[in-house]
Antibody, heavy 121, light 109 residues
Framework: EVQLLESGGGLVQRGGSLRLSCGAS????????MSWVRQSPGKGLEWISG????????WHADSVKGRFTMSRDNSKNTLYLQMNSLRAEDTAVYYC??????????????WGQGTLVTVSS | QSALTQSASVSGSPGQSITISCTGT?????????VSWYQHHPGKAPKLMIF???NRPSGVSNRFSGSKSGNTASLTISGLQAEDEADYYC?????????FGGGTKLTVL
């Protein structure tokens, strides 16, 4: 059974940093691209970052480019999101999601329950 | 502003059918068949309902179906049930990134 479990969320001051983790099990982690998607209060889903299965390629939305870095440790089956220079608008529930296909094209077939990040001003 | 446009809300009675539309551009929905739909109950993990425009993952009811015409994709839910009440999001793939619609809140009356 595929399982994704996010952790690392919490309350942080504006301008601060936080690192989110996503532990994966139930599939060959290194074989699949992964994504981070967030949902701000009262808003819809927003894709923010993606990474290839090997970790050699990453993509970021303009809203987080230069501030957030996505990485993975395939030996630990863990995905990371390093968030720096946090802003109030980064307050959201952050989800990690597994690609349906190894190359990452198309849908995300499994999602975690999410971890809440609150940025205080 | 979301990259894909969805109506904010839709409602229907049990047993009825509803359709949720998702409008993009020739750069996303109109350029390939990587449109997916997600069901999201507040506080829970989003669930993939439709991928590649028309395909259902294993375990998803055949009451859910997807289609596409030009730059607009659609999700149809037939035989509405109370548990279908949720937020629904479309998503498309473009230039190694993906975009979501703003979400449609489905209310089962």
């Amino acid at each position: 059974e595929v399982q994704l479990l996010e952790s690392g969320g919490g309350l942080v001051q504006r301008g601060g940093s936080l690192r989110l983790s996503c532990g994966a099990s139930g599939f060959i982690f290194s074989g699949y691209a992964m994504s981070w998607v967030r949902q701000s209060p009262g808003k819809g889903l927003e894709w923010i970052s993606g990474i290839s299965g090997s970790g050699t390629s990453t993509w970021h939305a303009d809203s987080v480019k230069g501030r957030f870095t996505m990485s993975r440790d395939n030996s630990k089956n863990t995905l990371y999101l390093q968030m720096n220079s946090l802003r109030a608008e980064d307050t959201a529930v952050y989800y990690c999601a597994k690609a349906l296909r190894p190359d990452g094209v198309g849908a995300r077939d499994y999602w975690g329950q999410g971890t809440l990040v609150t940025v205080s001003s | 502003q979301s990259a894909l446009t969805q109506s904010a809300s839709v409602s229907g009675s049990p047993g009825q059918s509803i359709t949720i539309s998702c409008t993009g551009t020739s750069s996303d929905i109109g350029s390939h068949n990587y449109v997916s739909w997600y069901q999201h109950h507040p506080g829970k993990a989003p669930k993939l309902m439709i991928f590649d425009v028309t395909n259902r993952p294993s375990g998803v009811s055949n009451r859910f179906s997807g289609s596409k015409s030009g730059n607009t994709a659609s999700l149809t839910i037939s035989g509405l049930q109370a548990e279908d009440e949720a937020d629904y999001y479309c998503s498309s793939y473009t230039s190694s990134r993906r975009v979501f619609g703003g979400g449609t809140k489905l209310t089962v009356l």
